[in-house]
């Protein structure tokens, strides 16, 4: 019913930059929230950030100042902007959504996930 399809991601220097952009499809009424998860080897998942319908955003304290999550409603999007990245941001990175349905209900969703390598 909904699909969640992540682009960006690959191979960077330590310090350089990428953009993630995750767009939702499908029979969504509205979008609560929407953010990026991130899974390292071995590690848990953990949140990266989230941006709500409303605009509010929450980072990861070792993301805050370096990472910048944006929303696009018309187009059931979120973005995420990586700047400074370091060796240890290198993980999985999963696109989230918190949404209804047409056909009612509320929902998590989840993307395929897309790897963020950082290179020392």
């Given at each position: 019913?909904?699909?969640l399809v992540?682009?960006?991601?690959?191979?960077v220097q330590s310090g350089g930059s990428l953009s993630l952009s995750c767009a939702a499809s499908g029979s969504i009424?509205?979008?609560?929230e929407?953010?990026?998860?991130?899974?390292a080897p071995g590690e848990q998942r953990e949140l990266v950030a989230a941006?709500?319908?409303?605009?509010?955003?929450?980072?990861?304290?070792s993301v805050k100042g370096r990472f910048s999550i944006s929303s696009d409603s018309a187009k059931n999007a979120v973005h995420l902007q990586m700047n400074?990245?370091?060796?240890?941001?290198t993980a999985v990175y999963y696109c989230t959504a918190d949404l209804f349905l047409v056909?009612?209900?509320?929902?998590?969703?989840?993307?395929?996930?897309?790897?963020?390598?950082?290179s020392s």
């Amino acid at each position: 019913q909904v699909q969640l399809v992540e682009s960006g991601g690959g191979l960077v220097q330590s310090g350089g930059s990428l953009s993630l952009s995750c767009a939702a499809s499908g029979s969504i009424s509205s979008i609560n929230e929407m953010g990026w998860y991130r899974q390292a080897p071995g590690e848990q998942r953990e949140l990266v950030a989230a941006i709500t319908s409303g605009g509010s955003t929450n980072y990861a304290a070792s993301v805050k100042g370096r990472f910048s999550i944006s929303s696009d409603s018309a187009k059931n999007a979120v973005h995420l902007q990586m700047n400074s990245l370091k060796p240890e941001d290198t993980a999985v990175y999963y696109c989230t959504a918190d949404l209804f349905l047409v056909a009612g209900g509320r929902y998590d969703y989840w993307g395929q996930g897309t790897q963020v390598t950082v290179s020392s």
